[in-house]
């Protein structure tokens, strides 16, 4: 599928109308203070961005993320409330249809059908079926690893080749040959290492609680229609511990239920069928069904970004769940030092964006303002949901080097210079991050698609997989060297702006073995040696 790079803008997953971008000042010279802007990870969902004094908002994403350039001129970055009509009509050709059943070398095929463009059912419950209503069905019999061999003119467009040389295995061949021999023989090599648990019932029904623990979580997600970015997200939020944990027991109602706690209701709804093993693979047109009626713009089944969509779902998701208190200002004195004003700003947040989400996912920015004449400094506190990094202009790099470009000293000049409150005027300023407060869970977006040209980066970045390998304590505002992160998750795009495929990489919490999620389709394993490629996007770390 073609894919759409992210529209330019400041959004938050901290869901709209919600206040974020606090400042305070210190004085450079005889106490005049100088507002340096919200961070860019602070924007309300509809695209807004707060401001602290200075008459021009410098977004971190200013850095890069904003490609809104590269989108029609009469498109605004803040169209996020529009449907289809943002996208030209060139763009809802699709490149890549679905996949229906595909053969392997030693893997029984199973016959599948696939729901039509927009139609679906109006079930509400999950199809675990591998046959399930369709508007039609491939008009070849013939299948392909991707897709079909011979079809129409209109689906011969296929993705490209996965990064992973791994072999699959069709889910929904659960009485499958192969699948029946893996379980055999994982029973007989038990046996013949001498166990003695096997001789008893409880042993035998012991061993096999834990064989079905480790094929819990091990489910595909069917296409239906340009969906592999959705599905991609939803398998990496899926191996997210504690927000399954959480998920897989929460049953909301529907009456009275607001747009985003639907959507809540339904995903939690789709992770506890993911997380069911008897089911290899399920549907998700409900919870399509659900985000689409949210955001218009996802209501029809044109090509989208992985990551903007990770913003908005988990903006959703905290809106269900946020208790927060609104209307409360936020008044800090200046002459309190930086690690207060950073506890303060961080308490008066969290009451305002109270929830698991938030709990989980949300970390705290420190941005630094320096004016260049007067030497006045000012210092703000922001959350972020993710750290969107530039990549350098090698081929090949370390993730280590992307940080260091995501934080480093940049001056704000000519059009970018901003108004500093001590002179008054636009002033050449230097600007830089550090992290004051880490998250749980970090999530890394690596910005692939360029921003002076339309077409995607496809440098290789070497980044830390690894349990505990990656130490992000250099790039943190106070000394600590306890910031560990372990490497859960990945989003792959493959292909290009003109035609791609997104796919998710994940480590199951149990087995702690790594499985491809390429749509409904689920690798038996993948090796570490395989996880690091050029098709890496998103990145998704646990702290240790």
Same mark, same amino acid.
């Given at each position: 599928m073609r894919v759409i790079a992210p529209r330019g803008s400041s959004t938050s997953a901290a869901g709209s109308g919600s206040l974020y971008g606090t400042s305070s000042s210190t004085s450079g010279g005889n106490g005049a203070g100088t507002s340096s802007s919200s961070s860019g990870a602070t924007g309300s969902a509809s695209g807004g961005a707060t401001t602290n004094g200075y008459s021009r908002c410098n977004s971190y994403y200013d850095r890069g993320s904003s490609l809104s350039k590269f989108l029609p001129t009469s498109v605004s970055s803040s169209s996020y409330s529009s449907a289809s009509s943002y996208y030209p009509s060139s763009y809802s050709a699709s490149t890549y249809a679905p996949r229906s059943t595909l053969h392997r070398n030693s893997v029984g095929s199973t016959s599948s059908s696939y729901l039509s463009g927009g139609s679906g059912s109006t079930s509400s419950t999950y199809r675990t079926s591998s046959a399930y209503l369709s508007g039609s069905t491939y008009d070849s019999p013939s299948y392909g690893r991707y897709g079909a061999r011979n079809v129409s003119s209109t689906r011969n467009v296929l993705p490209p080749v996965s990064p992973t040389p791994s072999r699959y295995w069709e889910r929904d061949s659960g009485n499958s040959t192969t699948s029946t021999s893996r379980q055999y023989s994982s029973s007989n090599s038990s046996a013949l290492s001498g166990s003695s648990k096997y001789n008893t019932d409880e042993g035998y029904r012991s061993s096999t609680s834990a064989r079905e623990e480790k094929a819990e979580g091990l489910c595909g997600l069917r296409n239906i229609g340009n969906t592999c970015f959705m599905n991609s997200v939803i398998q990496c939020l899926s191996h997210t511990t504690e927000l399954t944990r959480f998920l897989r027991t929460h049953?909301?109602?529907?009456?009275?239920?607001?747009?985003? /706690?639907?959507? =809540?209701?339904? !995903?939690?709804?789709?992770?506890?069928?993911?997380?069911? &093993?008897?089911?290899?693979?399920? +549907?998700?047109?409900?919870?399509?069904?659900?985000?689409?009626?949210?955001?218009?713009?996802?209501?029809?089944?044109?090509?989208?970004?992985? /990551?903007?969509? =990770?913003?908005? !779902?988990?903006?959703?998701?905290?809106?269900?769940?946020? &208790?927060?208190?609104?209307?409360? +200002?936020?008044?800090?004195?200046?002459?309190?030092?930086?690690?207060?004003?950073?506890?303060?700003?961080?308490?008066?947040?969290?009451?305002?964006?109270?929830? =698991?989400v938030r709990d989980l996912f949300v970390g705290q920015l420190k941005s630094t303002l320096k004016c260049t004449t007067c030497g006045n400094t000012s210092v703000t506190f922001d959350p972020f949901w993710d750290l969107s990094v530039p990549l350098p202009s090698s081929t090949r790099c370390k993730l280590e080097a992307c940080l260091d470009l995501f934080i480093r000293e940049e001056i704000l000049d000519g059009d970018e210079m901003p108004t500093c409150s001590k002179c008054k005027t636009r002033r050449k300023c230097t600007k830089s991050f550090t992290i004051q407060r880490f998250p749980k869970y970090l999530v890394i977006h690596l910005k692939r698609f360029s921003e002076t040209r339309w077409s995607k980066l496809s440098n290789i970045v070497e980044f830390p997989t690894a349990d505990r390998d990656l130490n992000m304590a250099s790039y943190g505002a106070n000394s600590n060297s306890n910031v560990h992160y372990s490497l859960y998750a990945i989003s792959n795009h493959m292909g290009s702006t003109a035609g791609g495929h997104y796919t998710a990489l994940c480590k199951h919490p149990v087995s702690r073995k790594w499985h491809e999620f390429n749509d409904n389709i689920v690798s038996d394993s993948v090796s570490e040696n395989f996880l690091v490629s050029s098709s890496a996007y998103i990145l998704f770390y646990e702290r240790s």
């Open positions: 049953h909301g109602s529907r009456t009275s239920a607001t747009k985003d /706690q639907l959507i =809540l209701l339904e !995903f939690a709804k789709l992770i506890q069928e993911m997380w069911t &093993s008897s089911v290899h693979t399920v +549907t998700p047109m409900d919870l399509k069904r659900a985000f689409s009626a949210k955001h218009r713009m996802y209501s029809d089944y044109n090509q989208q970004d992985a /990551q903007e969509f =990770l913003r908005f !779902f988990l903006d959703s998701l905290h809106s269900a769940l946020n &208790s927060g208190i609104k209307g409360e +200002t936020l008044n800090i004195d200046d002459n309190l030092s930086d690690n207060k004003k950073a506890d303060l700003t961080w308490e008066w947040y969290t009451r305002h964006e109270n929830s =698991l």
